[in-house]
DNA sequence: ACGCATTTGTTCGTATGTATT
DNA sequence: TAATACATACGAACAAATGCG
């Protein structure tokens, strides 16, 4: 149910600001919201599920369908639900070509999105370094999965990622589980490890190849990389994942766009 | 008025789809936003001024106020309106603090947006050059005018940009005027030419510095910089600019969100 | 192949709340 | 305080897409 144990039907009436507190106030469709969100950080509904039809939930929360209706169109808007005419709403996922381009803005040089196959190098479990611990909201030292890939288009190496996983939500990732799992790295962290990815920063440098990572990516030490660090948030802006990739620019970029 | 000179209450049969045709039908309220488009490429609503109240525009086009309602909110989710509560809908402008951080992603190490000044070296009218003409969508050969400028951050020469605008909508551009206008760039272009730009798409690489650049922007040459190509867009998708800049990205980033 | 039930999408109308002038 | 404008909420009806019998 909504917030008012009271009148239901009153319609503005239902979330009075309390006089003495401030900001306490939501509009009800926030209200909705927020309780949908939370069942599905809670796992009530999984990714690719379906989720109770408009009038299923309104009839669940006590509200009009309008104001379920707003309150999933706003979990739509920020790709948490994925609404299908005639059939319904449900949980977006990693498993689809749709997810994937969200989160790897490498296009080819005729805009192309492209297919990496990764390779993976290193998988470890260590002590998280204070840096990283910082941004995982961690405490320095606290166990922390490093994993290191390099992602080949068309046969050429093009990304050296450096991953780094909250310790404690990853318990169990190996080399072996990301080399044999078909699909994308973040379907396998939703459907095994129950960490869904919603949202992400990155931050874009140009740098210069060191003698490792030249060698690695088949360019003259010197070159000109570009480095992306990304942080990765789940549900409730948690940060789970620091990324750092090195992209070869040669033959793709980075698309980005501004509107 | 919509579309139906008959029916102004049935909702649904507003427009029904031509049984031969393919795809000519759309709903109502995307048929007023698009008519709320045309006005304001029109200038009917200039940047920076109050267009009439949902209810006034619900009665212009023979719709109920909840469809206006409709139509503006999805202007205002891409940016060419913006509502303000109790005041009215507004046209969106450059001439506001919110609206630059969306066109400069680049950003100090510390997350703070960056306040540069503008040096321009160069403003010329000039023949356009084939690649820079297919992105414009004119004839090769076509008047441009080529305007090339140092932003300084912090009294440091941090990018280099060489811009690139469509001839006939810049016509007397000149250096002075660049020179004299207080505020950004694309302020005056709304102001001083009537065009608004409202989208762009940008391509990100690493690149290594040129003898040229790297003494412009103080670096050594062969020193990795952010190279950013935008195109930039006005009313219906028509390309009026294309922007290349270097960045230099030792003490800042370009700052990307992903969600 | 057809029609029916379900579900989201669109549209209208109305009332009330909140913010601004 | 009053008027205006956007914001929220409810209810009702029909359209369009889908899936099933």
Known sequence: MAIPPSASSAAGSAAAPAPGAGATFSPLYQQIKRLLTRS???GEW????????????AARYKVSQGTVRKAIDALAAENLLVRRQGRGTFVATHHEARAQF????????NGAPVHPESRFLDCKRVRAPSDIARQLELKAGDAVVVVRRLLLIEER??????IWLHGALFKGLTAERLAEY?????????SE???RMIQATEKLRAVA???DTAHLLAVA???????????SLTYGDRPVEVRRGLYVTFRHYYENELG
């Open 193 to 195: 490890f129950g960490v």
């Open 209 to 211: 190849a060191d003698a």
């Open 46 to 57: 999984k990714p690719g599920e379906l989720i109770p039809s408009e009038i299923e939930l």
């Open 157 to 162: 190496p093009t990304i050296l990622d450096e």
């Open 102 to 109: 969200r989160f790897l803005r490498l296009v080819s040089e």
């Open 40 to 42: 599905l950080q809670e």
């Open 221 to 231: 030490p010197g070159a000109p990389l570009l480095s992306v660090e990304r942080v």
């Open 182 to 190: 078909k699909g994308p790295m973040y379907g396998l962290f939703e």
